[in-house]
């Protein structure tokens, strides 16, 4: 007796996951957000943030492996003169612009950035942040297509 027939065959294609760009872009941002948090968290508590990721190498006898690799992670927050802490957030790139001519938010003192990032989280869910987004993104596709 054959083992197939024991099974239910039939005729099937898997569905192609469909990826909303503006939902990617999201995640995206939230995904930088929450890794400028912990490098907050752990400025303020006086630890070093190393967030490592996977990248994949030839060991000796010529094989690709994965092999954990610190991860460089630009800062978003700055000084002022006046020692006033300032928060950034970069895209595709570009600085993203809160309102004209405003790519900054004011802190204060670094203690602050981690809720203040939060509240940034939460304008990037409820889709405030959408139009910012897009906008870097097709420029930074412009750019790209300039130097193909």
Not at 5 to 15: H, R, Y
Not at 84 to 91: E, G, L
């Amino acid at each position: 007796m054959s083992h197939l027939k024991a099974l239910k065959l039939t005729s099937a294609v898997p569905a192609r996951a469909t990826v909303d760009p503006v939902q990617r872009a999201r995640e995206k941002m939230i995904a930088a957000l929450a890794e400028q948090k912990q490098m907050a968290e752990a400025k303020i508590a006086g630890q070093v943030f190393t967030p490592t990721h996977i990248v994949r190498k030839k060991n000796a006898e010529g094989i690709r492996v994965d092999v954990e690799a610190p991860k460089r992670v630009r800062q978003g927050w700055f000084t002022d003169g006046n020692s006033k802490v300032f928060f950034a957030i970069r895209y595709a790139g570009k600085p993203i612009e809160f309102a004209k001519d405003k790519n900054a938010i004011e802190v204060g003192e670094l203690a602050a950035l981690p809720k203040i990032i939060d509240t940034l989280i939460e304008a990037v869910r409820s889709g405030e942040l959408d139009t910012q987004l897009t906008a870097a993104a097709v420029e930074r596709g412009k750019m790209l297509r300039k130097s193909a």
